[in-house]
Structure formats: C-alpha cells, structure tokens
C-alpha cells in the first residue's frame, strides 16, 4: 500500500477545507489540524483518545479510503457475521437472522493487532520472502557458474585453435559467435526473471511495511478491518507469485561444448568446430516454489475441528403413493434444486429456490446422477439406458443423448468435459459430444459415485467401504477406510479442500481431510440421518444438502468452515 504525501485534516475536510493534519487520531480513524486538535481534546466523546504526533507521512493512504461505517445504510458497524465473514451494522442485521453466530464488533476486533491471522500473513511473508531471496542467490550463482564455463570453453578453443591452420577460422569465430548468443539469451532470461522477482518481493515486503505501520498507528477496528484485506492481498501476491514461477524460470543452466575428434582426419569436411548444449535440470529451487504452492495451500486449508453444520432446513418432497429414493442432487445456478429419484417414480425432483416444490420431469427409466454443465442444462446419467440424457430446463425439453458402452452411474463435469464412470469400463473422460478421451482402469467391477476438484479425483467403492483420491489419471493418492463407516456413496469437496461422503450402511456423514489422514463425523442416526445417498456442497452459498433414499428426505445446513 502507498502512504500518504501529506494527511488531510479530517474534520476540516468534512467541511471543505483543506488544512494539514499535525496529529493522527486512531480511534477516529483521522487526522487533525492545531484547531480541531484543539476542539478533540474538549470533547468529552474524544478527549481519551491517543494520538500519533510523529511521521504522519508513514500512516498508509489505505486509512484515509476505509469504511468504517456500512456502505448502504451509513451507519456504524456494531455486529460481525462469523459465517459470512462480514461487518454489519443495525439494518445489516436483520438480512442475517438465521446465521447462528453474531457476535459485537468491538469484540471480535479487539486485541486484533496481535491477532494469530495478522501473526500467520506476517509468517507467510517471511517464508515467502525467504524463499524469493534463495532463488535470487542461487539464480546468480548460476549466472555466474555459466559465466566460467562459458570463460573455459572459450579457452578450451582458443588452444585448440593455435593447432590448428587458418582454415579454422571462420569456423572458431562462428562458434564464438553461437556461445556468446547462448550466453547473452541465458543472460537475458535470467536477468529478466530476476528483475521479475525483484518486484514481486517489493509488493510483498510492501505488505510487511504496511502490517508494522497499521500496528502503530491504526485501530483495533481498522486493524481487524484492514487485516482481511492484507491477507487478501497477500493471498494475491503469493498466487500471482507462483503462477509467475514456471519450471523453466527454476532450471539450472550449463554450457557444454562437444569436440569433434576427427577434426584433424578429416579437416575439410568439418563445418562446425564444437557442437553447443545447454543443460537444464531440476534443482532445489522447485522444492522452493512446491514450499510457497504449500504455504497457499495451507493458509486456505481448514481444521476439521472448526467444520460445524448450521441451520438446519429441510426439503419436502411432494407426497406419493409409492417411496421416494432419492439418490442424488444439484443445485442449479438461480439456487433451484434438482433431485433424482431412482424409485419406481423415475423421474427427476424439481424445488424452487424457497424450497417448494416446482414440478417433477418424467423419464423412461431411473436416473442416478445428475450435474449442472451449462447455464439452465443438467446432464442426467440413467444407467439402465446405457446413457447421458441432457435437458434444457429453460425449454423443458430433452437437448441431447450420450451413450455409454455400459451402465453408466456417478458423473461431473471439469474442464468443459463430462467424467463418468461405467461399469466394467472404469472412470471415462468424454467431451461434450461423447467422443471418449480418456479411460482410468478400475480394479473393480462398479464404480457408483464419483467427484474431481482442481486436479484430483475422488470415488467411492461401496463394497470395500473406501473413497479413494487420485489424480486425474488414476494415480492413487490415499485411500480411507474407518471402521464406523461402510458403504460410502456421494462425494464432494469444499472450497478448504476437506472431502465428505455419506455412509449409506452406517448412516453418516463423515468429513476427511484434504492428506486423507484425519477425519470427523458430522451425522449420524441419532440426528435422524437414515439411509444417507447423495451430497451436494454449492461453494458460493456454502450449503451442503444431505438425501436420503429412505421416503425422499432431504437436509440443507450451511457449512461453516
């Protein structure tokens, strides 16, 4: 953040005049002029307030912009929304009387210049910082390595050259010529990836300055405030960072030469004297950029411990003669539900965004899983038709068809591409014309459930009571079994990257973290969870629903992480 040239006297400012502040007022959050000096140690509202006298020009221009007051209605914040992570004021309040946990701003900001969140930005820079200034070493000690051999080389020539009659010589010079090329581009690159460096670790020391500054000179309240937004920035510095960091910009460079020993032998024919390579190799300087892709990972990873379900609501099903099952949902775009519903009603479940029921849309057999792929477009898998039915909700009325060699069960949709698995085929990639494009091998017949996040993917074995986690091409990353869960069936994550699945044998909802080492149980038949089958966790709202197959319950609880 910048500081300000000079601080503008607030009081004076209100009334359109413009006057230098000799004074800076934290508990205001403003500066003051001799005059209003004068009038806020009179007042009984601010004559306990301390104020700053010294380097008013080190207070950051950030204070002068912050509101400390809402933006819609003017007035003071008084209260802190813990799930949506927002100051309130008075009229705020009354848009959050069903979050659970309000709590006074004054309580939460204080203290808040020593709070752990400030402490662990201040850690991050300084190992992010730590590691930008490893990589600056060792890129110029390799500028400088290459330097030398590029010196011996050209010795190693030289000599040669002296053996030799003067046909060499244009020969020696073109190959003077290619390793003073090679060295200026190697140059160059790494100058210019220094110079890149460089000015990523001037926003991010930036950052630094400006936590020092706000501890000295800004209140608890602009602390607490501010404190989001330094580690909104920091977060941005620390991904712009690593998406600059390409493995390339992290090799290490050698210049070597390759003689030809029939120089002599065979003199005319030779048309060049040396052959250039250069090397590049893995060095410690990945391991440095994997550290801060981990310091991000871990600065939005969330303990299992704090993962709470709140405000419980749940979804009627209209009444039918015949049981409901439903298997799995989604929640569309304008927050709409849409369940399927695998009993003999076949059919998919259609709510409003309230929670009442919308319709129902009819289908020939039994739907499995369902996913959102376009704006008002859901893609069906119905496994006894060996397909993917796609609908337009907005023109009620089917807009496609893939078919699958085999049942088709769990599906999601990544990158433009539907995943799916198939029975007896494993987990196929398709595009969104059918086409297969790739194929990950199971060691098991039936493959129900399955989910991809980022680059991972997670599935469920009901028979082996196991969610696995791999990458996109099979690889397994960790397994997880637990004894008090068994016949897992939906998966999803959250935005921390902790994993849930539902127990459809054992009647619970379990949620895994991210290293699948650690878990915890969030439902379980003592909260009336029976017959648990499908999850859908919507990342914007942060609501999870819970279905059942038992006679169509359903749940939807905010997610506080």
Request: proline share 3%.
């Amino acid at each position: 953040m910048d500081h300000a040239t000079h601080v503008p006297c607030g009081p004076c400012a209100f009334k359109n005049i413009r006057r230098k502040s000799v004074v800076w007022c934290p508990a205001c959050g403003e500066g003051l002029c001799e005059s209003c000096l004068h009038h806020h140690k009179a007042s009984a509202a601010s004559r306990k307030h301390k104020v700053v006298v010294k380097d008013l020009q080190r207070v950051p221009s950030v204070l002068f912009s912050m509101r400390q007051t809402c933006p819609d209605h003017g007035l003071t914040f008084d209260m802190y929304c813990d799930i949506h992570e927002i100051p309130l004021c008075s009229k705020c309040i009354a848009d959050h009387k069903k979050c659970l946990r309000m709590l006074p701003i004054s309580y939460v900001s204080r203290n808040s210049k020593f709070s752990t969140k400030l402490w662990d930005i201040e850690h991050g820079i300084a190992h992010v910082l730590g590691n930008i200034e490893e990589i600056i070493r060792k890129k110029e000690d390799n500028l400088e390595s290459i330097g030398d051999e590029k010196s011996n080389i050209e010795t190693e020539i030289t000599n040669l050259r002296e053996k030799i009659n003067g046909y060499l010589d244009n020969l020696q010079d073109k190959v003077l010529n290619d390793i003073s090329v090679i060295y200026s581009k190697c140059s160059m690159d790494t100058e210019n990836f220094l110079s890149k460096i460089e000015a990523r670790k001037r926003n991010i020391e930036s950052i630094a300055q400006n936590i020092t500054c706000i501890r000295e000179y800004a209140s608890d309240l602009q602390t607490f405030l501010l404190t989001q937004k330094l580690e909104s920035d920091f977060a941005k510095e620390q991904e712009s960072f690593v998406s600059d960091l390409s493995d390339a910009d992290l090799e290490e460079i050698d210049i070597h030469v390759s003689f030809n020993s029939n120089i002599f032998s065979t003199l005319t024919a030779i048309t060049s004297l040396a052959d250039i390579d250069v090397i590049r190799y893995q060095s410690t300087m990945s391991k440095l950029k994997k550290d801060i892709q981990d310091e991000c990972s871990d600065a939005n990873r969330s303990p299992l411990a704090n993962i709470r379900l709140l405000s419980r609501t749940p979804i009627v099903t209209p009444r039918d003669p015949q049981l409901k099952f439903l298997r799995n949902c989604v929640i569309l775009e304008n927050k709409e539900i849409l369940f399927t519903d695998d009993s003999e009603n076949r059919r998919l479940v259609w709510f409003n965004a309230d929670g009442s029921h919308k319709r129902n849309i009819e289908m020939r057999s039994e739907p499995y899983d369902l996913v959102n792929h376009e704006s008002n477009k859901v893609a069906v898998t119905v496994p006894r038709e060996k397909a993917i039915f796609m609908f337009d909700l907005s023109k009620n009325k089917m807009a496609g068809k893939i078919v699958t060699k085999n049942f088709c069960y769990g599906l999601c949709f990544c990158d433009n591409k539907f995943v799916v698995s198939v029975l007896d085929q494993g987990i196929q990639t398709l595009d969104i014309y059918g086409k297969i494009l790739q194929t990950v091998p199971m060691n098991v017949e039936k493959i129900c459930n399955i989910h991809t996040s980022q680059d991972k993917l997670y599935y469920s074995e009901y028979d082996s009571s196991t969610v696995t986690c791999s990458d996109l091409y099979g690889n397994c990353i960790w397994k997880f079994r637990h004894k008090d869960f068994t016949g897992p069936l939906s998966i999803c994550t959250d935005i921390c990257g902790n994993v849930y699945s539902v127990g459809y044998d054992t009647d619970n909802l379990i949620a895994i973290s991210p290293d699948g080492k650690n878990c915890v149980f969030l439902l379980q038949e003592k909260d009336k969870l029976f017959g648990p089958t499908g999850l859908y966790f919507h990342k914007k709202t942060k609501q999870l629903i819970v279905c059942s197959r038992f006679d169509g319950q359903a749940v939807m609880y905010d997610l506080v992480t």
